[in-house]
């Protein structure tokens, strides 16, 4: 059966601090994977990976892809009281449904 | 399993047929949400179901897109006339209500215009 786990399901950090949130997945014929940002009613797409050990990179944010190992991380450095959200990660497959994982709350303290 | 289930989860039409998509949310969620995912593409809201309020429709792309909740609970959303670029996956979510409510997704409904 297709799955995607994410860890940890809730985290909480001071503002400065650096934060890693993971995705593992089993996915038949895998052809994506995406994490978003969500705080209120339409996640934020944030990146889009599709191959391993190329890091994408947006600001602060960071995620890289492991095929083999089948996981994916969401680095966050620096933090900022409005990083705090539900960071989402989903995997789609070919000719098949998104799948997503139950999500990661991060909340960021002053 | 007590999940949000949509239904079917495929779907290929031709086009300027009309489609009905189906959602069924978890039991008590006050909140329901559409979105569309086209290929590569972010999620894409569309419409906003909270309790008996009015919904939210500003997502809506065209006026071709149409939804309804019944009793507060099972969405469908309606496409009429279909676009080959109306195919994407439609994915509905619920809450426990309030936009800041953490939103359980369903598996999606994959849409195919031919």
């Known amino acids: 059966e297709d799955k995607v786990v994410q860890s940890p399901l809730s985290l909480v950090v001071h503002e400065g601090d650096t934060v890693t949130l993971n995705c593992s997945y089993e996915v038949t014929n895998f052809r994506s994977l995406l994490w978003y940002k969500q705080e209120k009613k339409a996640p934020t797409f944030l990146f889009m990976l599709?191959?391993?050990?190329i890091e994408k990179k947006s600001g602060r944010l960071s995620s890289i892809l492991d095929k083999k190992e089948l996981f994916s991380i969401l680095n966050i450095t620096a933090t900022q009281t409005g990083d705090s959200a539900v960071y989402l990660c989903a995997v789609e497959a070919v000719r098949n449904d998104m799948r997503f994982g139950a999500g990661t709350r991060l909340t960021v303290k002053p | 399993g007590a999940g949000v289930s949509q239904s079917p989860s495929n779907k290929v039409t031709e086009k300027g047929k009309d489609v009905e998509l189906r959602c069924d949310p978890i039991?008590?969620?006050?909140?329901l949400y559409w979105y569309r995912q086209s290929l590569g593409q972010g999620l894409e809201f569309l419409i906003y179901?909270?309790?008996?309020?009015?919904?939210?429709k500003s997502g809506l792309p065209s006026d071709r897109f149409s939804a309804e909740r019944t009793g507060g609970s099972v969405s469908t959303l309606t496409i009429q006339r279909t676009q080959q670029e109306d195919s994407a996956v439609y994915l509905c979510?619920?809450?426990?209500?309030?936009?800041?409510?953490?939103?359980?997704f369903g598996p999606g409904t994959r849409l195919t215009v031919t």
């Open positions: 039991s008590g969620h006050t909140a």
């Open positions: 599709t191959s391993s050990g």
């Open positions: 979510a619920s809450s426990t209500g309030g936009t800041a409510s953490e939103q359980y």
């Open positions: 179901f909270q309790g008996n309020s009015a919904p939210d």
